[in-house]
């Protein structure tokens, strides 16, 4: 790997479990990355437990941490990453230090995963207050230089909805036009060429060349279903996607295979030792649906290619 690469990366923390930074650091220390947290929230564990406790930072605290990065000269970095906020003004207070990050440098990339809601049975609810809808969409997406929503995100985003492949294309390129070179739609009701045992995620990444036109790379990929409900996984999901495109800066096609392959091998060993944790006939519980990501070092290092993307 080249001279060190530095990311930021400002999420939730869990004392047990993955899920935020948690889901995110090991993954990118694997992939030879520096990472920088910056704690959210410090909570005992996620919030699909029966219980939970533990703090919250507030965009004041957050900026007296960045305060004290800055006094001492190391506010230099290459990658800012963030996901799930419940708060108007911190997500406001992120914003303000992405963009006085990317004055310190110009190429840094800012990888955000705007965590609003997603699809139950078709019907989509937000999980977070309403009115950080306006912020993402005004403030953070037109900062952000690679974006990783839903289907659902996506439609809130552009205010569109999507029913075909046609529409979710549609809507990327609305995405682009709003800031982000790189949008990768991570899970949609779509109907999947494969079958109804696969998910479609699609991406799409707008080079601009030297003469100001651009050129638009698009890709679906098909991964199997896995039969649980995880949390973190879009954490992993966007730190991972930051390690590849960064390593395969122009082949968002490769960068999505190895995503999304390293994706689909920690979730079979977590599927696979939850159930032998649980016993027969039993549903797995929270604890037990902890992603394995210890266990999946190697797989995250070097993932073997076990989901092909297509190209459109």
């Not at 004392?15 to 920088?36: C, H, I, M, S």
Request: proline residues 4%; aromatic residues 8%; charged residues 20%.
């Amino acid at each position: 790997m080249e001279p060190e690469c530095r990311v930021l990366s400002i999420q939730s923390h869990v004392v047990r479990g993955y899920v935020g930074n948690k889901a995110a650091t090991f993954p990118l220390q694997v992939l030879g990355f520096e990472v920088d947290t910056v704690n959210s929230v410090q909570f005992s564990n996620h919030t699909g437990y029966a219980h939970w406790k533990g703090q919250v930072l507030n965009s004041d605290e957050l900026h007296e941490l960045y305060e004290g990065l800055k006094l001492n000269k190391v506010n230099r970095y290459d990658y800012v990453l963030t996901g799930y906020t419940r708060d108007t003004s911190f997500l406001a207070m992120v914003v303000d230090i992405v963009q006085e990050l990317k004055q310190q440098n110009s190429n840094l990339v800012y990888v955000c995963d705007p965590v609003m809601g997603d699809k139950w049975n078709g019907e989509g609810s937000m999980y977070v207050p309403k009115d950080l809808l306006p912020v993402y969409r005004d403030k953070v997406v037109p900062v952000a230089d690679i974006i990783t929503p839903n289907q659902f995100e996506a439609e809130l985003l552009t205010g569109r909805k999507i029913y075909t492949e046609k529409d979710a294309l549609e809507v990327m390129d609305m995405l682009h036009a709003m800031g982000p070179e790189t949008v990768v739609i991570t899970s949609s009701d779509l109907q999947a060429p494969l079958g109804n045992d696969y998910l479609i995620a699609l991406g799409s990444h707008r080079k601009t060349k030297a003469d100001g036109t651009w050129i638009t790379q698009r890709i679906r990929v098909e991964s199997p279903k896995v039969d649980a409900v995880f949390v973190g996984t879009g954490d992993l999901f966007a730190a991972m996607l930051l390690a590849w495109t960064h390593k395969h800066p122009n082949n968002l096609k490769v960068a999505c295979e190895k995503t999304v392959s390293a994706m689909q091998h920690v979730l079979q060993r977590t599927i696979k030792s939850a159930k032998v944790q649980a016993g027969e006939g039993n549903k797995p519980n929270s604890a037990q649906l902890e992603l394995r990501m210890v266990q999946s070092k190697k797989d995250i290092e070097n993932p073997e290619i076990i989901v092909k993307a297509t190209v459109l």
